[in-house]
């Protein structure tokens, strides 16, 4: 039998254990940052002891991110269903086997699987870890979905030199082995004590200062909402912006002769490219909680606003002095900063908006605009090395500016105060 719903206990519990979910979900992040962010120290290992050719290899990731990111909905509906301890849990199991296939993988299919594999329980435990901070995080919602996912980037600063120095020492399969064992076991471990807020728990725990709405949307209400798919485009404008401005930072880099160029910023001295690679990481990371928190503060389409105007001028103005190395990697350190934030501000909104009962499947729906955005940016390349590039790149992040305030604020207002 159940026990009762106890007011003041529960309040209790809202106030102090819903940091200790969050806290969970940001470990659960950093055991699966590693799936992609240490991709690349595997490749030339496996090459050179198989021969498969490095364009081979890299589709494992490919598939890896196709499935992390195409399943989305699907994973949130179920993480919705039967909660993320369950689906985390599992989701540790499938980290372990996917690396653990990796590393006696003798052929490329066994290495497409083991991606598949992967990509569906990285997947599984990103949005169960998200969905869960946005749930327990009504009054801190930006804050508490930047932390999050922030976990999923900024901490590989501890893992990506072991597993290098592994690999190194140990080989690519001991190191897949090894890793792939403990990051599903730390998943599983911290898995069990995950779990989604009661009914009228966090209600109690603190008034959010940001309107949201009284109901809860299912996801057939969402996909017929119009505000649903202005988030939805602006997602898959400041995504491709972004994604051709990464693809423009390496070429402008080679092409105007600036990495070995020596930048001094605060006393630090470092290489052009080695500064600007080590920046961007680090304002990338740091974007999503504090753009999260301003927009708890001032709302989110005026966060938006600031963050995608910013970025979409920067862009603009690499291409006019890329031949600075000093103003290079500062405009490229504001590109990368004001880029992070759509993985804080776009899920909190999404569950502003359309409720906590559904928040993981919503924004998983949402999400599949990174995947649109992926598809879109080749076709932009072209351009390079035209000033066109940067135009249009630019425009799509100031258009996605104008719609936060021009339309989706008051589509915002209307789907708050009507419902509907």
Not at 27 to 42: D, G, K, P, R, Y
Not at 58 to 79: D, H, K, N, R, S
Not at 161 to 184: D, H, K, N, R, V
Not at 203 to 224: C, G, H, S, W, Y
Request: one cysteine or more; aromatic letters at 14%; glycine letters at 10%.
């Amino acid at each position: 039998m159940l026990p009762a719903f106890n007011a003041e206990a529960d309040a209790k519990t809202s106030r102090s254990g819903r940091w200790i979910q969050l806290l969970l979900g940001i470990i659960c992040m950093a055991m699966i940052a590693n799936l992609q962010h240490s991709w690349a120290f595997f490749i030339n290992p496996i090459d050179q002891k198989y021969h498969w050719g490095r364009a081979a290899i890299q589709v494992a990731f490919t598939i890896f991110v196709f499935a992390q990111t195409w399943l989305a909905p699907l994973e949130g509906y179920l993480i919705d269903k039967f909660g993320p301890r369950v689906m985390v849990c599992a989701s540790g199991v499938l980290l372990a086997i996917a690396w653990g296939l990796n590393s006696v993988a003798d052929a490329l299919i066994i290495l497409y699987v083991a991606a598949a594999i992967g990509g569906i329980g990285g997947g599984i435990v990103y949005f169960a870890s998200i969905g869960n901070a946005l749930k327990w995080f009504p009054d801190r919602r930006g804050l508490a979905a930047g932390l999050t996912a922030a976990g999923f980037g900024t901490l590989t600063m501890f893992t990506v030199g072991p597993i290098a120095t592994m690999i190194a020492s140990s080989g690519y399969e001991q190191t897949f082995l090894w890793f792939g064992i403990w990051q599903g076991f730390v998943v599983v471990i911290a898995g069990l004590f995950l779990r989604a807020p009661r009914a009228g728990e966090t209600l109690m725990a603190a008034a959010p200062a940001i309107q949201q709405t009284n109901r809860d949307f299912t996801p057939r209400e969402v996909l017929k909402a119009p505000t649903f798919w202005v988030m939805y485009a602006m997602f898959v404008m400041v995504g491709t912006g972004a994604l051709v401005a990464f693809g423009l930072h390496s070429l402008l880099i080679r092409d105007f002769e600036i990495g070995a160029a020596p930048v001094t910023i605060l006393f630090w001295t470092l290489p052009a490219l080695q500064f600007s690679v080590r920046l961007d990481r680090v304002l990338a990371g740091l974007s999503q909680p504090f753009f999260g928190w301003i927009s708890d503060q001032i709302g989110r389409e005026h966060t938006m606003f600031i963050a995608f105007l910013a970025e979409g001028i920067s862009i603009y103005a690499l291409f006019s002095f890329a031949m600075d190395p000093l103003l290079f990697v500062m405009l490229s350190g504001v590109i990368f900063f004001a880029w992070g934030e759509i993985y804080s501000l776009f899920p909190a909104t999404c569950t502003d908006l359309y409720g906590r009962k559904y928040a993981t499947t919503n924004y998983g729906m949402l999400y599949t605009a990174k995947g649109v955005a992926s598809l879109l940016a080749p076709f932009a390349m072209p351009l390079y090395p035209t000033r066109g590039v940067f135009i249009v790149a630019a425009l799509l992040n100031i258009v996605a500016a104008l719609m936060a305030v021009i339309v989706l604020k008051p589509l915002r207002r209307r789907i708050i105060t009507q419902g509907a």
